[in-house]
């Protein structure tokens, strides 16, 4: 395996482990905070529909 595939599963192994952790930091776990966000969600996901996106 390249070092840039271990790289990249060592990142995502990283992140998975701590998602619950960041969401909470940030509010995302909060449903007032979901609410004040939904039309940024909404409108990125207009922005991006149909696309391929990193």
Known sequence: MSKAIELVQEMQSYYHCRAADYDAS?????????????????????????????
């Open 26 to 54: 940030m509010g995302y776990d909060q449903p007032e905070v979901v609410m004040q966000l939904s039309p940024v969600v909404d409108h990125l996901r207009q922005l991006v529909a149909g696309k391929k996106v990193l």
